[in-house]
């Protein structure tokens, strides 16, 4: 099947069953990937009004359609089932390598029902899907999981849950690696009641196109028009960053929970202060942009503090509504709630 994978894999935790089925050529065409495979599948597979931390719920992982190919920006991967926040549809996408890896595993679409009987992770390894005891990795950090699982596997890509997603703390993230997240919808929660502590995925099967000619065209049109618009050296730059200056300037930032659309002192958590920590940009996988930044934390308490981004998610979220202004304690604070496995802004 050209441009997908072609499979769906469905694990069962309740009863140790991993099924495989072919990928149905209409879902292709009437919901493309990702957040539509997912929307279809919940739809179709989740009973009405059961309990969001139960068993009966669902977690389903799609990369979108071009995830895979070089086509720019194609490296965002859905996760989905019902929220525990909410009670409603919960949806929540990722970049960096998880979904690449999943699609070069040779699965478009992975579901995970049941409950397993003792904290478990699942390891993915070019398509060979296995189930094992996760009871070393009890009480482990995101980053730590992730370090243990590397250990065991080599270089594959984990998404985790923190001592957060365990305790099912209903606004638990999924992490991604260490750096990026499935973090709205209180997803880890889901995965913690499923006893699921991470996915570790690696695969090298190429996603075909069937037509290299007009690919190439379509490939060579998307990458020009993104590098040559406007915004693009902006958006390399500063990333998301350049929306806290938008905010400020308009007053409208979360100010201490909301009371205000202004804060003393934010000057300092501009984007022109961003040179200061910025090591080098991040990019996700096909994407030229690179609109993350690895910072550094150079002087103070937190000298030496490093992580991916000063989006303007975790500067608005950790900055602005706790009243905080300055880049350092920003980053610490995202720094812990990556580690525990805990959303910012749910």
Not at 151 to 156: A, H, I, K, P, Q
Request: hydrophobic residues 35%.
């Amino acid at each position: 099947m050209y441009g997908y994978a072609g499979r769906i894999v469905k694990i069962d935790l309740s009863r140790s069953e991993v099924k495989s089925y072919d990928l149905p050529l209409e879902w292709c065409r009437s919901y493309i990937g990702g957040l539509g495979f997912n929307t279809k599948i919940l739809w179709d597979q989740l009973p009405p009004n059961i309990d969001p931390l139960s068993p009966e719920n669902i977690v389903v992982f799609s990369p979108g359609a071009f995830v895979g190919t070089s086509i720019p920006t194609a490296s965002r991967c859905e996760a989905s089932a019902k929220s525990p926040i909410t009670g409603r549809f919960g949806t929540s996408n990722s970049g960096l390598f998880w979904g690449f890896m999943l699609k070069a595993s040779g699965i478009d679409t992975l579901i995970i029902s049941g409950k397993a009987e003792k904290l478990s992770y699942i390891s993915i390894i070019n398509g060979e899907v296995n189930v094992k005891s996760a009871e070393h990795l009890k009480g482990f950090d995101c980053w730590s999981t992730t370090d243990s699982l590397r250990r065991d596997y080599g270089d594959v890509e984990v998404a985790s849950i923190g001592p957060a997603g365990e305790n099912m703390v209903r606004y638990a993230s999924i992490e991604n690696n260490y750096y990026d997240a499935w973090g709205r919808c209180g997803l880890g929660a889901v995965l913690g009641s499923k006893n699921v502590k991470a996915i570790a995925v690696r695969g090298d099967k190429p996603v075909e196109v069937a037509n290299v000619k007009e690919y190439e065209e379509a490939y060579s049109e998307a990458y020009s028009r993104i590098v040559s618009y406007p915004l693009f050296n902006l958006w390399r730059t500063y990333g998301t960053l350049v929306a806290s200056d938008a905010y400020s300037s308009q007053g409208i930032l979360p100010a201490k929970n909301f009371q205000y659309g202004t804060i003393d002192g934010w000057e300092k958590c501009l984007r022109e202060n961003l040179h200061k920590y910025k090591k080098k940009g991040v990019s996700c996988i096909s994407c030229p942009i690179a609109c993350a930044h690895w910072v550094e934390v150079p002087e103070g308490k937190y000298k030496g503090l490093e992580l991916k981004d000063l989006e303007v998610t975790w500067v608005l979220e950790f900055g602005a509504k706790l009243g905080l202004t300055d880049f350092d304690k920003i980053m610490k604070c995202t720094e812990v709630a990556s580690k525990l496995g805990l959303d910012c802004c749910s």
